[in-house]
């Protein structure tokens, strides 16, 4: 599966990454890409190991604001 999420604060590189690490630590989490110019995180899973709440709650964890 393939879920696109928008994530307002996201300014730097290291937010890029603190996002990024946060989802790809997820069980069932294959592929992570971030695009800062547009706020939208691309995530490549499996929805039998995780959801998309489990990758909100991962995004909010870090400080940053998950949207839809």
Same mark, same amino acid.
């Given at each position: 599966?393939? /879920?696109?999420?928008?994530?307002?604060?996201?300014?730097?590189?290291?937010?890029?990454? @603190?996002? !990024?690490?946060? /989802?790809t630590? /997820?069980?069932?989490v294959?592929? %992570?890409?971030? $695009?800062? &110019?547009?706020? !939208?995180? $691309? %995530?490549? =899973? &499996?929805?039998? =190991? %995780? @959801? !998309?709440? /489990?990758m !909100? &709650?991962?995004?909010? @964890?870090?400080? =940053?604001?998950? %949207?839809?």
């Amino acid at each position: 599966m393939q /879920l696109t999420l928008e994530v307002n604060g996201m300014t730097c590189e290291h937010c890029e990454k @603190s996002v !990024k690490n946060a /989802l790809t630590e /997820l069980e069932g989490v294959h592929g %992570v890409e971030v $695009d800062l &110019d547009s706020g !939208k995180v $691309d %995530v490549t =899973y &499996d929805e039998a =190991y %995780v @959801s !998309k709440p /489990l990758m !909100k &709650d991962a995004i909010e @964890s870090q400080g =940053y604001e998950p %949207v839809g």
